[in-house]
């Protein structure tokens, strides 16, 4: 299902994208996963016809919702993507307040059983297809990004290779980097750990220490000037940024005007928890988004032609690039 353009889209109109095509959502799709404390729960969208169909890996945030946190969250992305040429393959982390899993001391949210959750997802694809006969053989494997939200943007982030030295313990490094995954999406992330964390930062998080200086693949960070996050950093909207301003090239940046830890309503349509709620702001996400994955993965000049249009319109934000 693909939802028709809203009346009050706005100014985000002017963003160009391919006319939707029709696609299926298939949850819940339950797979064997022996070592996990449960199995693995995936959603997967895809368009109803194609072939060599490029994947986005979506991972979702926290929140305060009861399902959001889930595969049943971020419907506004994972149908949208779909309908412009994706497959959306989408897990449930074991940090869903779906499962209510208490994570071990050092491992708050299940930070690093999230990125493990994505390179079980790329070292399973071809189970995956034999669960969801409607893709099975569709898929190019070597096409594949990697998106996040919030949470999700850090689990993104890791697998795009940034890494994490814990200040607990004995300081080990964690790394995730997997070169299957070629071009991702940044949403709402989080930024640099140490001095930049509130005293409520370093308590949420403890082991959080990042270092997006390793961060080499290709990847668009978006983030709201008014995503200002007081109880986790003293920093602040830019430090939602980070992933791009401290990460090498090539990246490029949406900074979404008015754009709150929402962006608009990612996470689900009318959510209670977006507080800066709009189908304009919304739909200049989904549509500079998948511009970025459509070149990214199509090869295609999408984002090249999103990027003249939010240039020649500022209302809905501003874009820089890097190489």
């Known amino acids: 299902m693909v939802f028709p353009n809203h009346v009050l889209m706005g100014a985000a109109a002017i963003i160009p994208a391919a006319d939707p095509v029709m696609v299926s959502s298939i949850s819940s799709v339950v797979l064997s996963y022996p070592e996990r404390l449960v199995d693995m729960e995936l959603r997967v969208t895809a368009p109803l016809d194609g072939d060599d169909l490029p994947v986005v890996i979506l991972s979702h945030g926290q929140g305060s919702s009861n399902w959001l946190s889930s595969i049943a969250g971020y419907e506004p992305l994972y149908n949208y993507w779909a309908g412009q040429g994706f497959v959306v393959i989408q897990p449930t982390h074991l940090s869903s307040a779906t499962y209510g899993l208490q994570a071990p001391p050092g491992e708050e949210y299940f930070w ?70 070629k071009a991702g999406v940044v949403l709402a992330g989080t930024g640099n750990g140490g001095d930049d964390l509130s005293d409520g930062g370093r308590q949420m998080v403890p082991s959080y220490n ?24 003293v920093r602040g909207a830019d430090w939602h ?43 200049s996400v989904q549509r500079a988004t998948s511009a970025y994955l459509r070149t990214a993965l199509y090869g295609d000049d999408s984002w090249e032609k999103a990027r003249a249009a939010l240039q020649g319109n500022s209302t809905l934000g501003t874009v820089e690039q890097k190489f």
């Not at 990042?210 to 950093?233: C, K, N, R």
């Not at 990460?247 to 005007?257: E, H």
């Open 241 to 283: 940024g980070d992933a791009y301003y401290l990460a090498p090239g090539p990246k490029d940046l949406f900074i979404v005007r008015g754009g709150k830890h929402g962006l608009g309503g990612v996470s689900g349509w009318d959510a209670l928890e977006t507080e800066d709620e709009s189908p304009e702001r919304l739909a």
């Open 210 to 233: 990042p270092d997006f200086s390793t961060m080499e693949t290709p990847a668009l960070v978006v983030y709201g000037d008014s995503d200002v996050s007081p109880y986790i950093t």
């Open 112 to 181: 690093e059983g999230r990125c493990q959750d994505i390179v079980w997802i790329l070292d399973h694809l071809d189970e995956i297809q034999e669960a969801v006969p409607s893709v099975k053989g569709r898929l190019d494997a070597d096409k594949i990004a990697m998106a996040g939200h919030s949470m999700g943007a850090w689990t993104a982030s890791m697998i795009l290779g940034a890494q994490n030295t814990s200040p607990l313990g004995n300081g080990t490094v964690s790394k995730y980097r997997d070169a299957r995954i």
